[in-house]
């Protein structure tokens, strides 16, 4: 019986430790003679979107006229606000320190920035610049469902609050306000430092990235997620294209 409790112990321990929410930790290196991986996202079918809200509070402060968000915008036939990124990368070159804290302001009732990232771990500093109360409500997204990552009330202007981050097993946080409900945003939560978020033209350039093969992903908070499969050579450029 004591033998059978120890074997059962032990497997339950592998288990829990090969399971997502223990998977290994990303390690930073030197890295020397790394490739490059430089591409566009197209919008390919999808077209132009813009979702209307009623402004019904604090008209003073938001506004008077109805909100219009874009949430697919197109430009030199690239998709904007969308990062593209290397998934379950093991190693290799360090996070940059600006990408370790993050500030989100609320200015006019709207979320500055609408699509910013940040790495795993780092601090989110959310910052209510209106004479009003916010209440700033973040969701972990894993697939179809959402976990609440921080839910706060920001009663003033002036106030701030600070929440390390640390994700399960989602990439992106959707942020909303629950006293505005015209208010959002998207925050990407990198595990890695290999992403990029696009440029006005659609395109992006991932850096110093280890010789290897990786799955690379385009994310879009409205259009979802395509991936695809790269090749990176020490020096080289690679190129790696999106179409939604």
Not at 47 to 54: D, G, L, Q, R, V
Request: charged share 25%; proline share 4%.
């Amino acid at each position: 019986m004591k033998t059978l409790l120890t074997a059962l112990v032990v497997a339950g321990v592998a288990t829990a430790f090969a399971s997502p929410g223990h998977a290994a930790k990303y390690k930073e290196i030197t890295v020397s003679g790394g490739g490059t991986i430089s591409g566009k996202v197209s919008p390919g079918a999808a077209k132009e979107k813009s979702n209307s809200y009623i402004i019904s509070k604090d008209t003073d402060i938001c506004g008077t006229e109805d909100r219009n968000l874009p949430v697919v915008r197109i430009k030199s036939g690239g998709l904007l606000d969308t990062v593209v990124y290397l998934s379950k990368v093991k190693e290799g070159k360090p996070f940059k320190a600006g990408q370790k804290k993050l500030t989100l302001n609320q200015k006019k009732c709207e979320f500055m920035p609408y699509l910013s990232a940040m790495s795993n771990g780092g601090v989110l500093e959310a910052v209510n610049s209106d004479n009003t109360l916010h209440n700033i409500h973040t969701y972990e997204l894993i697939k179809k469902a959402r976990r609440t990552v921080l839910n706060v009330s920001q009663p003033e202007a002036g106030s701030v609050v600070e929440k390390k981050i640390k994700l399960r097993k989602g990439d992106v946080m959707k942020v909303e306000c629950d006293a505005h409900d015209f208010m959002h945003a998207f925050i990407f939560v990198a595990k890695n430092p290999y992403f990029a978020l696009v440029n006005e033209k659609g395109e992006f350039e991932i850096k110093d990235v280890p010789p290897g093969k990786y799955t690379i992903k385009a994310w879009h908070g409205t259009l979802g997620t395509k991936k695809g499969k790269v090749t990176i050579k020490g020096g080289k450029v690679t190129s790696m294209n999106f179409s939604f």
